[in-house]
């Protein structure tokens, strides 16, 4: 998947806007034989409020994201594992009961990033360009679309995740439970939802729908999607 620069608008004296590049977002910076790290968020903590806090993002990304990657660390420590790519990894274990701590956890470190990462302060709205017009070939039309999204987001039986993917050229929303991930399947993932507890409780206790709406609306970026695309 391509690294994916984004374009955002700062607010100027006067009330005018102008375009400027965000910081580049890769998809899991981190290298074969390197432990894995933590990465940088690409925005501030309190960045996507009021869908999702600081006090969220404090535990869902400093101590949950932070847990699987320093578990997986001491999973693969000494083992051939420690030599992979966070990719490699879970398509090594993916099929292998033997090594289910080791997927369930570096499936939720990417997981996780990779939400992150589907995210912008300036999400939301609706998609244009190649994504747009795969989204109208596909679905119909955006509303369909983002329908079936919300519907994979909130049907979603317990802790889980749903996604928009590209599945052999064509664009799907599918969704899966635990720590599972579309890479496992040989899907391509365009954007992540997440929805463990963990990620909207703080914010919206038991009402996962307003969650799910509220990422979909205001969160969504749309141009990471798009950069997700093959070429």
Known sequence: MSDHTGIREQRQP??????SKAPAKTVFPM????????????????????????ET???????HHKSYVDKLNGLIAKTPYAEMTLEKIIEATARDAAKIAIFNNAAQAWN???????MSPNGGGKPGGRLARKIEEDF??????ANELKQAAVGQFGSGW???????????????????????????????VDVWEHAYYLDFQN?????????????????????NMPA
């Open 14 to 19: 006067g009330g005018s806007t102008r375009k």
């Open 31 to 54: 290298k074969a034989g390197a432990p894995i790290a933590l990465p940088e968020l690409p925005y501030a903590m309190d960045a996507l409020a009021p869908t999702i806090s600081r």
């Open 57 to 63: 993002m404090g535990y869902h990304y400093g101590k």
């Open 112 to 118: 996780h990033w990779f939400f992150w990462l589907s």
């Open 140 to 145: 119909g039309d955006f509303e369909s679309f």
């Open 162 to 192: 749903a996604w928009v993917v590209l599945d052999k050229g064509k664009l799907k929303v599918t969704k899966t439970a635990n720590a599972d991930t579309p890479i496992a399947h040989g899907m391509t993932p365009l954007l992540a």
């Open 207 to 227: 009402r996962r729908a307003d969650y799910v709406d509220a990422v979909i609306e205001h969160l969504l970026d749309w141009e990471f999607a798009q950069q």
